[in-house]
């Protein structure tokens, strides 16, 4: 049985810092960082989907944490065939973004800047979330299996966006494909009424990893500022609905991460709190249920 591991796809959110969640005298980088780990065990890094993480980043991570605080760090745009402006680049490759060889040292140097934490032991996983318009087929095939290629070795989570990835048809090509490339998919919960909506379905593709990500269910999913599209407080009951599902998850696997993305103000923070209560009312180790 496993361990339910509970927290927010961001510690540096600018509406969650701008919110009053931290303290004062906790709102430098370091002080952030440690007041988060102090009342969570896990945490998604968002912004290295923005720009490539940095070596010296990973390595403060690390030592600003707890031994057994775990990290699950999200892949680079160009790494999932996201459009990504030269800007977002080193400054070295700028002038060169549209060469196919650039994606080779992008791939070098994001696996050297998230090494120092898989070298201390602290990396979840990488999460890989495909875009919208991947749906099933050769072409996404080529791109998995050049991506499970890459990251050999690596603990690597899928979420796709594109609904038929799930839909009643697909399911079990996609929960075959996934397992044969040693991938943990990635359940999502969003608004269901919305043409685009990813099913809620909680796959176990392999025995070590299953995650969960909680969009929020605003109706301005696929439309409207980031804002527009996160801005989600979910109340006890939506939580309570999900923790069969989570405890069926960790039957099934070594670990599970709970990571709450509505980041509008402290809305993530604030339902990874309650779903932490819900999980375990006197958890062992902030935010950990363990299932014995």
Known sequence: ?????????????????????????????????RYYAERFPVVEVDSTYYGL???????????????????????????????TRPAALPADLRSAARDGAVLDEVWA?????????????????????????????GRAEELLADTARRTRGWPVAVEFRHPDWWRDGNAGATRALLASHGMAAVAVDMNQSVPSAVPPVAPVTVPALSVV???????????????????????????????PRLRALAERTEEVHVLFNNCCADAAVRAAETMTRLLDPSPARGGTEHLF
């Open 109 to 137: 140097r994001f696996t050297a800047g998230i090494a120092p934490l898989r070298d201390a032991g602290r990396l979840g996983s990488v999460l890989f979330q495909f875009p919208p318009w991947l749906r099933p087929g």
């Open 1 to 33: 049985m496993g361990d339910i591991l509970v927290g927010t796809c961001s510690w540096t959110d600018p509406a969650l810092v701008r919110s009053g969640w931290y303290p004062r005298g906790r709102r430098d980088a370091a002080g952030r960082l």
């Open 53 to 83: 993480p940095a070596e010296r980043n990973s390595r403060l991570w690390a030592e600003r944490t707890p031994e057994r605080f775990t990290f699950d760090v999200k892949a680079f745009s160009m790494l999932t065939g996201h459009p």
């Open 213 to 243: 990500r909680f969009h929020g269910r605003s109706a301005s999913w696929g439309q409207g500022s980031k804002e527009d599209r996160f801005r989600y407080a979910y109340d006890e009951d939506e939580l309570r609905a999900w923790l």
